[in-house]
Structures are given as C-alpha cells and as structure tokens.
C-alpha cells in the first residue's frame, strides 16, 4: 500500500484492458499512486498474475467490454470490493491496419464493438455509480490516429475518431454531475502489445519532433494526472501524448 499521501489515495478505478501491455502499466502507476483498482481483461491468467503482484489494492474480474452484463458484473464486483468507483480508464482495445477496402465486416464490427461500444457501455454502466460516489473521473483512450488520416487506419482511426466525439458530448453530459470525461491521444509508444515492437525508421523517427517513441509509463503518469484531483477542472478534451508527431 501506498504511504505517502499518494495522488490518487481514495480513488477507486476500473481499468480496462488491463492484463498486460499499456493497460498493466496503467494499473501499476495507479496503485502506486496510492489508488484502488479493479483489473478488467479477457486474459485471465494474466489478469489474476497482475492482480496477486499488486497486492490487496488489486483485484481482477474476467471481463468482456462488449457485453452489457459482463460490465454489470465489474460494477458488482468493485462495489463489493472497494465501493463505488470514481474513476473509469476505458482502456481495452484491438487493433488491426490494412487499406480501407481490404477489412472484412466481421473483422469491422468486432473493433468498433469492442472500441467504441465498448467504451460507451463503460460510461453508461459506471456513471450511475460515479453519481453515488459524489463525482469522478472517466478517461478514454483514443489515439493520434483518431486525429490524424494514417495510412492503412482506417477501421482503427475511425474508431479512435469516435471516442474523441463520445468524450466531449458525454463531458457535457455528466459534467452537471462532478463527473469529467477526458481523451488521451497517444502517438507512437514502444512495446505496447499492439503497434510499437518494430524499431521506426528514420523517416518515421524524423516525423517525431522528440526523435523517440514514447514510453508506456508516460502515458500512465497523463492518466494519474487525469484521475487525480489535480485536473479538476478539466473535462472534455483532448490529451495529445506524441512527441509532437501531430503537429505538421
């Protein structure tokens, strides 16, 4: 546990997607900070491995982020376990490129479920809750990709588009309510168990002011950042995390 009058002492989260790559940073960085977190995942060993590694402010749920009643099952869960949540990291994602016409539509439907209703799901099962806790923090993960036309990002782009969209209105919705909604953007990050294993060529390299892909722990020092009290007063915007990839 965490002693030090941590950033996120009396915060409960709900990370999704949290069984390895940036999802298990983020749960790491948040129980660190001083957090109380209910890992979701479909990888269950990984899940269950995490979880015993963090010790009793951890617990993992088997979850499909698609299926309504799995995340009633995730509400239950951290409810029995530690309370109403106050903070939801909408974390879980696939991935897939390829040229716009090449997808299949089951390969289609199958991303947009798990990215974009996925994510609604998350905010329309978890808010009531956050009403009960007296306010909180939601946190989406988008993507420069949902900012940018990549080549070949079509399917994922578009996805990633559509969090930025359900952030905002979903901000001014439940803003009333103490409850912010917040996108993270990330550019290039290494090893994050999607894109990011294969080193960038210096053309790539040179498109990124900073000359380097990013770290997965500097994704999760924004998201602390974003569940904390700190930001308290920001909510539906966009939090571009690239190097500065974006900017030409």
Same mark, same amino acid.
């Given at each position: 546990?965490?002693?030090?009058?941590? #950033?996120?002492?009396?915060? &409960?989260?709900?990370?999704?997607?949290?069984?390895?790559?940036?999802?298990?940073?983020?749960?790491?960085?948040?129980?660190?900070?001083?957090?109380?977190?209910?890992?979701?995942?479909?990888?269950?060993?990984?899940?269950?491995?995490?979880?015993?590694?963090?010790?009793?402010?951890? #617990?993992?749920?088997?979850?499909?982020?698609?299926?309504?009643?799995? %995340?009633?099952?995730?509400?239950?869960?951290?409810?029995?376990?530690?309370?109403?949540?106050?903070?939801?990291?909408?974390?879980?994602?696939?991935?897939?490129?390829?040229?716009?016409?090449?997808?299949?539509?089951?390969?289609? #439907?199958?991303?947009?479920?798990?990215?974009?209703?996925?994510? %609604?799901?998350?905010?329309?099962?978890?808010?009531?809750?956050?009403?009960?806790?007296?306010?909180?923090?939601?946190?989406?993960?988008?993507?420069?990709?949902?900012?940018?036309?990549?080549?070949?990002?079509?399917?994922?782009?578009?996805?990633?588009?559509? &969090?930025?969209?359900?952030?905002?209105?979903?901000?001014?919705?439940?803003?009333?309510?103490? &409850?912010?909604?917040?996108?993270?953007?990330?550019?290039?990050?290494?090893?994050?168990?999607?894109?990011?294993?294969?080193?960038?060529?210096?053309?790539?390299?040179?498109?990124?002011?900073?000359?380097?892909?990013?770290?997965?722990?500097?994704?999760?020092?924004?998201?602390?950042?974003?569940?904390?009290?700190?930001?308290?007063?920001?909510?539906?915007?966009?939090?571009?995390?690239?190097?500065? #990839?974006?900017? %030409?």
């Amino acid at each position: 546990m965490n002693h030090h009058g941590g #950033r996120l002492d009396g915060k &409960i989260a709900i990370i999704t997607g949290a069984a390895r790559g940036m999802g298990a940073t983020h749960a790491r960085a948040f129980v660190a900070a001083g957090a109380r977190v209910v890992l979701t995942d479909l990888a269950e060993d990984e899940g269950r491995a995490l979880a015993a590694e963090l010790g009793d402010a951890a #617990r993992f749920v088997r979850h499909d982020v698609s299926r309504a009643e799995s %995340w009633e099952e995730v509400v239950a869960a951290t409810r029995a376990a530690f309370g109403p949540a106050n903070v939801l990291l909408n974390n879980a994602a696939i991935y897939f490129i390829g040229a716009v016409d090449a997808a299949s539509p089951e390969q289609v #439907r199958k991303l947009l479920d798990i990215n974009v209703f996925g994510s %609604w799901l998350g905010i329309s099962r978890v808010a009531p809750m956050m009403r009960e806790a007296g306010g909180g923090s939601i946190i989406n993960l988008s993507s420069l990709a949902g900012m940018l036309g990549f080549p070949h990002h079509a399917i994922y782009g578009m996805s990633k588009w559509a &969090i930025r969209g359900l952030t905002r209105s979903a901000a001014n919705d439940l803003g009333p309510d103490g &409850i912010r909604v917040n996108a993270i953007l990330p550019g290039a990050i290494a090893e994050t168990g999607m894109a990011g294993t294969e080193p960038l060529d210096p053309g790539q390299l040179a498109a990124i002011p900073l000359r380097r892909r990013g770290g997965k722990e500097e994704v999760s020092a924004l998201a602390v950042f974003l569940a904390s009290d700190e930001s308290a007063y920001i909510t539906g915007a966009d939090h571009v995390i690239d190097g500065g #990839r974006g900017v %030409w």
